[in-house]
């Protein structure tokens, strides 16, 4: 067989119409949770209510979506060779559970659940705005569960702003700028919700789900002082089912009608981030540690960009993970931006549990936003190399 040579793609080769292999070149690093896509029309064995390849000891099991066959190849060596057979005894034991699928579960005007069998995995909070209750519903946002028994929400929620709560406008993972411009000198504060600026969900335009991946796309304007529609959002979230975590793809193009709109900000108040349960802050903040490119840093130690001091390992990073404490269980998640992404990130690290990145971006018609991040939850601590090869399998992934 001939080899092939890959170096940010996948390249699916067949052999024949009616091979019985199909051969995945890796790229110059290991990879983890790599999703792939096949042609509809490719030969994969059957079992009781699955389709599925395999590849040595793994099972890839597919999804249909659209003309494509969608799956998870869980390792990838560097420059070698996956060959995923699509003939093979599908008489092998599974795991309890394993064959379960997602599913939604809606409670209307309030939030979309995820569900794996009966297992809450993902809530979208999608209430929509009401002015008379702004501060709670300013804007959407998503929370996570335990992935190990879906009982305990990790992410914070929509709390009211009291003393109660630390920063209660951090929600889950969540998107925003808090210094927005345009028009004649109008100004917007997506992140905190100020002077009645908000986004809303208008409503979810999308949803799959099956065995292998679930997927909702949702239509959201974001609102100025004035009430009107100055931006629209098309987010979308794919999660995977994959053992020992949530993996979950996040991704949003930002557009707009106006001549331009200038989205700005700060590390600590806009672009991407994470936000952890608000038990972090009020009793196990000085237990949450950063494990970076460059090493784990210490318990209650962060690194944040700053204009003056302007470091460089806070700019453009490829990956961050954030180890917290909530439960008396310790969790790690794991960000990665995707390259494709605009450059000059740069960073933010809170002990509380918050994190991510923001950028300058100017909207105008034909330039909207696009960006995509890999989010990767697990119970217990991650190793540098982890989340080297999952962030790598985000490059790779079709």
Same mark, same amino acid.
């Given at each position: 067989?001939?080899?092939?040579?890959?170096?940010?793609?996948?390249?699916?080769?067949?052999?024949?119409?009616?091979?019985?292999?199909?051969?995945?070149?890796?790229?110059?690093?290991?990879?983890?949770?790599?999703?792939?896509?096949?042609?509809?029309?490719?030969?994969?064995?059957?079992?009781?209510?699955?389709?599925?390849?395999?590849?040595?000891?793994?099972?890839?099991?597919?999804?249909?979506?659209?003309?494509?066959?969608?799956?998870?190849?869980?390792?990838?060596?560097?420059?070698?060779?996956?060959?995923?057979?699509?003939?093979?005894?599908?008489?092998?034991?599974?795991?309890?559970?394993?064959?379960?699928?997602?599913?939604?579960?809606?409670?209307?005007?309030?939030?979309?659940?995820?569900?794996?069998?009966?297992?809450?995995?993902?809530?979208?909070?999608?209430?929509?705005?009401?002015?008379?209750?702004?501060?709670?519903?300013?804007?959407?946002?998503?929370?996570?569960?335990?992935?190990?028994?879906?009982?305990?929400?990790?992410?914070?929620?929509?709390?009211?702003?009291?003393?109660?709560?630390?920063?209660?406008?951090?929600?889950?993972?969540?998107?925003?700028?808090?210094?927005?411009?345009?028009?004649?000198?109008?100004?917007?504060? $997506?992140?905190?919700?100020?002077?009645?600026?908000?986004?809303?969900?208008?409503? $979810?335009?999308?949803?799959?789900?099956?065995?292998?991946?679930?997927?909702?796309?949702?239509?959201?304007?974001?609102?100025?002082?004035?009430?009107?529609?100055?931006?629209?959002?098309?987010?979308?979230?794919?999660?995977?089912?994959?053992?020992?975590?949530?993996?979950?793809?996040?991704?949003?193009?930002?557009?707009?009608?106006?001549?331009?709109?200038?989205?700005?900000?700060?590390?600590?108040?806009?672009?991407?981030?994470?936000?952890?349960?608000?038990?972090?802050?009020?009793?196990?903040?000085?237990?949450?540690?950063?494990?970076?490119?460059?090493?784990?840093?210490?318990?209650?130690?962060?690194?944040?960009?700053?204009?003056?001091?302007?470091?460089?390992?806070?700019?453009?990073?490829?990956?961050?993970?954030?180890?917290?404490?909530?439960?008396?269980?310790?969790?790690?998640?794991?960000?990665?931006?995707?390259?494709?992404?605009?450059?000059?990130?740069?960073?933010?690290?809170?002990?509380?549990?918050?994190?991510?990145?923001?950028?300058?971006?100017?909207?105008?018609?034909?330039?909207?936003?696009?960006?995509?991040?890999? $989010?990767?939850?697990?119970?217990?601590?991650?190793?540098?190399?982890?989340?080297?090869? $999952?962030?790598?399998?985000?490059?790779?992934?079709?």
């Amino acid at each position: 067989m001939k080899r092939l040579s890959l170096l940010a793609l996948l390249l699916f080769v067949p052999r024949s119409p009616a091979a019985d292999e199909i051969v995945v070149i890796g790229g110059k690093k290991d990879a983890q949770l790599v999703v792939v896509r096949l042609p509809k029309e490719t030969q994969v064995a059957r079992g009781p209510g699955f389709e599925g390849l395999r590849n040595g000891n793994d099972t890839v099991f597919l999804q249909l979506d659209g003309a494509e066959k969608v799956g998870i190849v869980r390792q990838l060596k560097a420059d070698q060779e996956a060959k995923l057979l699509s003939r093979f005894n599908a008489m092998f034991e599974f795991a309890p559970g394993e064959l379960d699928g997602f599913g939604f579960a809606e409670s209307k005007g309030e939030h979309l659940d995820l569900l794996w069998g009966k297992q809450p995995v993902l809530r979208f909070v999608n209430k929509p705005h009401d002015a008379k209750d702004h501060y709670l519903t300013f804007k959407p946002f998503h929370q996570m569960f335990d992935p190990k028994d879906g009982k305990t929400l990790l992410s914070s929620g929509a709390h009211p702003n009291t003393k109660e709560f630390l920063f209660p406008h951090h929600r889950g993972l969540f998107f925003g700028f808090n210094k927005i411009s345009y028009g004649d000198k109008q100004t917007a504060d $997506i992140w905190h919700g100020t002077d009645a600026v908000y986004s809303t969900t208008d409503k $979810i335009t999308d949803k799959v789900a099956g065995p292998v991946f679930a997927r909702h796309t949702a239509a959201i304007s974001w609102h100025g002082k004035d009430g009107k529609t100055f931006a629209d959002e098309k987010r979308t979230v794919t999660v995977y089912h994959v053992p020992g975590g949530t993996l979950l793809d996040w991704s949003t193009e930002l557009g707009t009608a106006l001549d331009s709109v200038k989205l700005d900000g700060d590390p600590q108040h806009a672009g991407f981030h994470f936000r952890a349960t608000q038990e972090v802050s009020k009793t196990t903040a000085k237990q949450t540690y950063y494990l970076r490119p460059d090493g784990k840093g210490k318990e209650g130690e962060t690194r944040n960009w700053d204009a003056k001091a302007k470091d460089p390992k806070t700019v453009d990073l490829p990956w961050n993970a954030m180890s917290f404490v909530t439960g008396e269980k310790r969790y790690t998640v794991l960000r990665v931006p995707h390259p494709d992404n605009p450059k000059n990130t740069r960073g933010s690290e809170r002990d509380y549990g918050r994190f991510g990145d923001y950028f300058e971006y100017t909207l105008t018609p034909k330039t909207p936003l696009k960006l995509k991040y890999r $989010i990767w939850l697990q119970e217990g601590e991650m190793s540098r190399e982890q989340c080297e090869a $999952i962030a790598e399998g985000f490059v790779l992934s079709k």
